[in-house]
């Protein structure tokens, strides 16, 4: 690989030494621009709409085939809950307290796929699905698309087959949805991917397939399989504006709850929101929404394990997609499902870096003795990744952005978005929270 000369990176980008020693880092993109600056992104508000749009005409389909969703009238959505509980706890073992009110977005609730994959990865089928049946003249956009549960939609989308790499979530949400249709699905997963999520896609009627070697592998395998079938279909998390579409919504869905719980947002009032990130798909496609609807009052921070810190790196150097962790001897394992991900969406990450903040990286001890504190304050139990933003408002307070942006930080409404959890088994989920107590009560470090 061209990048052998690791000390010359490290001297043109002095942050890569920390990283590289998988120290927790945080840093504030100097990149970012007002949006009044951005002239031209791929996708655009419109676009976002259109999205939002679309999971309207299928309301009706996913509140007939999946009872789950019958009383939203097929609409997936989580609930926004402040976290009073934890901030508390938060504050009384620091001398950095979390000014302003703390949230949780509680995607870890999303029905139907049980993580955030919910809204990118339903809504690209959704949107494969809609095309190939307006196509075929089966469809048009006025009908009710309950037909669509019937078993002449289910035979035609037979034909098709969609393939997608995961090492969990996304493999979930688009087998779950995508088998519901009626279409083949191969979900082509690492073999150290959690037994009970291959169980429940094989109980779902999903194919699932796994690789012993590097997780890229069963990507490019995924990949090649599907497309050499005319009639095939590759979900591709690494390059997917449909996957970023769909997450945007998010941020239509949160200023209605924001509004309903008389949260005000303006330029004395900004909004700070902590993203887990893995390939930067779901992160991004949030906070594009966010900018979109919020402005530059929308602050918002990705954050990575520290070690598989892919975004990070990528923009730091500016090489995004071309580089991946292992170049820079960082071995891309944590316990963080859905974030141990060595490279990042060339998509996304390329309107992420005009529009974030900032990315944090997090240890793993950090994760589960997070996961511990908000269950044990808020009765919430969500998987390690989901936990990553809960630690935001602390490690920004940390650094001078607050007072560069000139911002009261009191008058922050920060929301750590939880991106997975309801699915996750009772007893694996009581192991997270008996590890997190154990490094909790041990006292291992606050901030890193
Ligand atoms: C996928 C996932 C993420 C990150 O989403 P990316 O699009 O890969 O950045 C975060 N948390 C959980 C639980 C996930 O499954």
Redesign the pocket.
Known sequence: MPFADLDKWIHDYPLLDPVMKLKPVTWINPYRKKMEEITSLPVNRQDMQDAEELWKRFAPYLAKAFPELRSTHGVIESPLKAIPELQKLLNANTEEPIEGSLYLKCDNELPVAG???AR?GIFEVLHYAEQLALESGLLSENDNYEILAGDKFKEFFHQYSIGVGST???GLSIGIISAKLGFKVSVYMSADARQWKKNLLRSRGARVLEYSGDFGEAITEGRQKTIADPKGYFVD?ENSKF?FLGYSVAAMRLKKQLDEQKVLVDDDHPLFVYS?????????GVAFGLRQVFGDNAHCFFVEPTHSPCVLIGLVTGKMEKVSVHDFGIDNRTEA???A?GRP?AF?TAISKLLISGIYTIEDNELFRLLYMLGKTEHIFI?P??TAGLAGPQRIASTDYIQNNDIDPSHITHIAWA??GVFVPKEEMNSFYQKGKFLYQKGVSMVG
Not at 276 to 284: A, E, I, L, N
């Open positions: 993580s955030i994959k990118g969990g979530n996304l998390d996957l887990p990130c893995g390939v930067g798909g779901s992160p991004g499902d859905g974030l991900v969406s996304a998987e990744s989901a991106t997975g």
